[in-house]
């Protein structure tokens, strides 16, 4: 009776098994997307209008690193909010901007998970959204899910210092926070083409900048940021599928 239950227990494991690997392949067939790519390059960006932000510094990443990232189409920039005081929280942000012309085979890394493998702790992680104004005359603004975590650096120079990290992705022209919504976004199922990018804010500052605040800071970046990689940088999705 044992051996009989076993070998019942294994055929259905069995059967899972090929059910699985059956589902992942018409998942992987049926998201199958068409490659599309930038209008204009991320690092050929206006800086002029980003105004009343100032690139203070632009980060280069290794060739080694690259490899890792999984694309060459990145900006990592170091701004200045010149409208705030000099000596004010979130004056300084960091900026960094991925684009992938087809959905990467690896899921994109996040910062809850890389900081963390990094030995540092992860205070807390919340999700919220951020309004910014819309690029075409139908709306007038779109709201965009963040997710920001708050960590705790394990190289910290005092105790008051911590990094606030905000980040969201683009697909398809929408937008997402989770990953894991990201693998199979909506509207690629129905589309030929399908592309990837990161956005992402950090803020290195003392304990006098809440999560609040860094928020704040992310979207008045945003109103700034994403009409210009709207309109002049990330696919032109209904062009494409007119030619």
């Known amino acids: 009776m044992k051996k009989q239950y076993l070998s019942v227990i294994l055929l259905i494991i069995a059967i899972l098994g090929i059910v699985c690997i059956k589902i992942s392949i018409l998942q992987k067939s049926a998201y199958k997307s068409k490659p599309i790519f930038l209008r204009k390059s991320l690092s050929e960006l206006d800086e002029k ?8 510094l632009k980060h280069d990443i290794p060739e080694d690193m690259l490899a890792v990232l999984g694309t060459e189409e990145y900006i990592h920039w170091t ?80 105790t008051i210092d911590n990094q606030i990290i905000t980040y969201f992705f683009v697909s398809n022209g929408e937008y997402y926070c989770d990953r894991k919504e990201v693998r199979y976004p909506r509207g690629r199922k129905d589309s030929r083409y399908g592309y990837l990018s990161k956005v992402e804010f950090s803020f290195r500052d003392s304990k006098e900048m809440v999560s609040e605040q860094s928020l704040e800071r992310v979207e008045k970046l945003c109103r700034v940021l994403i009409p210009i990689l709207r309109s002049e940088h990330w696919p032109d999705l209904e062009k494409a599928g007119n030619q």
């Open 79 to 158: 701004l200045e909010d010149t409208e705030l005081p000099i000596d004010e929280s979130g004056r300084y942000i960091s900026l960094f901007v991925t684009f992938y012309s087809n959905y990467p085979e690896r899921p994109p890394q996040v910062a809850e998970v890389t900081y963390s493998v990094a030995g540092n702790k992860i205070l807390r992680v919340r999700n919220s959204t951020i309004t910014v104004p819309n690029w075409n005359q139908f709306e007038s603004s779109t709201q965009i899910p963040v997710r920001e975590i708050t960590v705790e650096l394990a190289d910290r120079i005092t």
């Open 49 to 56: 209008k980003l105004l009343p932000y100032k690139v203070m």
